[in-house]
């Protein structure tokens, strides 16, 4: 099983960038299946990006599409989630998971957690 240590949080102006990484401990880390999901207070963990093993046809929530992107080095055990395009509504605590299978949208399909880094958009 995997360990996870997210970084690259912090506080971003409206229509800035920021990224997110999350490294990951353990040899089969390849094997994994990698997620985002991000939680505002008050509300339920959300979705935000998936990606297999392979790094191919990764997933996004509507509300990220086009704005996000989620990749992978499987060399350093590490994904990322580029964030782009920063909204006030992107601030939220983001959490990096990971699952055996395929990709997998929502918190139930993952077992494996990360304790969250912080981001905070100003308008």
């Known amino acids: 099983q995997v360990q996870l240590v997210e970084s690259g949080g912090g506080l971003v102006q409206a229509g800035g960038s920021l990224r997110l990484s999350c490294a990951a401990s353990?040899?089969?880390?390849?094997?994994?299946?990698m997620g985002w999901f991000r939680q505002a207070p008050g509300r339920e963990r959300e979705f935000v990006a998936t990606v297999t093993w392979t790094g191919a046809t990764p997933s996004y929530g509507e509300s990220v599409k086009g704005r996000f992107t989620i990749s992978r080095d499987n060399a350093k055990n590490t994904v990322y989630l580029q964030m782009n395009s920063l909204k006030p509504e992107d601030t939220a605590a983001y959490y990096c998971?990971?699952?055996?299978?395929?990709?997998?949208?929502?918190?139930?399909?993952?077992?494996?957690w990360g304790q969250g880094t912080q981001v905070t958009v100003s308008s």
């Open positions: 998971a990971a699952r055996r299978g395929g990709r997998g949208w929502r918190e139930s399909d993952y077992d494996t």
């Open positions: 353990g040899r089969t880390f390849s094997l994994y299946t």
